[in-house]
């Protein structure tokens, strides 16, 4: 197996027929006592990339006002 440029490798058919891994599945790399494993995830990872921005707007403006204002010439 070649890792590409990207990163990417790809799983064999009969591993990931085994596994239960179909376009779209999310999975995750485990690692124990330096060997890694390839499990599938019960539930896709949640980021919460802006939770720390939520709630932190000053202007009282509606959506329509704001792109009012970004749309102006």
């Known amino acids: 197996m ?3 440029t990207k990163g ?3 799983i064999p058919r009969n591993i990931r027929e085994r ?3 179909m376009p ?3 999975i995750d790399f485990q690692e124990d006592n330096g060997r890694f494993y390839i499990v599938k ?3 896709p990872k949640v980021t919460h990339k ?3 921005l939520r709630g932190i707007a000053t202007a009282k403006m509606t959506t ?3 792109l009012n204002l970004t749309r102006e010439k």
């Open 8 to 10: 990417q490798v790809t």
């Open 64 to 66: 329509d006002q704001i």
């Open 19 to 21: 596994l239960g891994i």
């Open 2 to 4: 070649r890792v590409t």
């Open 50 to 52: 802006f939770k720390k």
């Open 41 to 43: 995830t019960t539930q």
């Open 24 to 26: 779209e599945t999310d």
